[in-house]
């Protein structure tokens, strides 16, 4: 898959450069954006539960330590910008970013939550240089995530009918989310990310099952459905009811449209999901 060029990376950066904040650093944005930089002899701080020292959304108390001489900060918040709180938690950390010296935010939000907003605009009030990264739903979610299991199961159970929805790669937003960071050329703006093309579920498990050489099938439920079966597997009350009006939300065909963010932020066309499919397939983790 095509990476930026280093010139690009350090497009409008000093050689002294400060270090760069990963929030989420060992999720699958994260993660993938820590590397990049880090690829590039960037100096990149993790901010995690795991981390030392660690962050934590809910502790303010450990925000600060990790804020010294950083110079930007890639922001993704835990469980989800469309929960109760985040925008107020976004700007309050903002606020203290700014405070301590940090000069870039690049906020990953959802694309077509409402709610998801306020936090954009507390991250565009910030005062400093911003760029906003819009997307919904991950191919890796099928491989790194909560659907990692149904797919073993050779079963996708979700409350989503048959809406489409254009997926994007993690790695793409990844590749966005870097060139944001250490370019000028992308302040103050929202780039919309999507995959190339359209697919419904039953589309994605037609596709894994291809790749994988397994049945996957996609069985369609409604919420109330989908939250029992949650609580039977142990997910936390709050948790399923957040989630379930997210998805009957987001799930009705308003991300049903393709954009050309991608293209726009890198000069390339975003990964299709069978290429996705294909490589993931070759590693093994979809082997029951």
Not at 85 to 95: D, L, N, Q, V, Y
Not at 136 to 159: A, C, M, R, Y
Not at 198 to 206: K, N, P, R
Request: aromatic share 8%.
């Amino acid at each position: 898959m095509a990476r930026l060029k280093v010139t690009r990376l350090t497009s409008g950066m000093t050689e002294n450069t400060k270090t760069t904040l990963v929030l989420g650093g060992t999720g699958k944005t994260g993660r993938r954006v820590a590397n990049l930089l880090t690829t590039h002899a960037l100096p990149v701080r993790i901010g995690s539960r795991t981390g030392q020292p660690p962050f934590d959304w809910a502790d303010q108390n450990t925000w600060a330590p990790l804020l010294h001489d950083v110079e930007a900060v890639y922001l993704v918040f835990y469980p989800d910008l469309a929960f109760p709180g985040a925008a107020e938690t976004i700007r309050a950390f903002t606020t203290l970013a700014v405070h301590s010296g940090t000069r870039r935010l690049v906020l990953l939000s959802g694309r077509g939550e409402e709610e998801a907003q306020a936090s954009e605009q507390a991250v565009k009030d910030s005062g400093v240089d911003w760029t906003i990264l819009r997307a919904s739903w991950f191919n890796q979610n099928f491989s790194e995530h909560f659907l990692l299991g149904p797919v073993l199961d050779g079963e996708i159970v979700l409350p989503a009918g048959d809406v489409a929805e254009p997926f994007i790669d993690v790695d793409d937003i990844a590749d966005v989310a870097v060139a944001a960071l250490t370019s000028d050329t992308h302040t103050g703006r929202t780039y919309d990310l999507t995959g190339p093309r359209l697919l419904t579920f039953a589309d994605v498990a037609a596709e894994i099952s291809k790749a994988t050489g397994r049945e996957i099938h996609y069985t369609p439920v409604t919420p109330a459905q989908y939250a029992a079966a949650a609580a039977a597997h142990g997910v936390p009350e709050e948790q399923i009811a957040a989630l379930t009006d997210l998805f009957t939300r987001v799930l009705d065909g308003r991300n049903a449209h393709l954009t050309d963010g991608v293209r726009r932020a890198l000069g390339r066309d975003p990964r299709d999901f069978t290429n996705y499919a294909h490589d993931t397939a070759t590693t093994g983790i979809w082997n029951p």
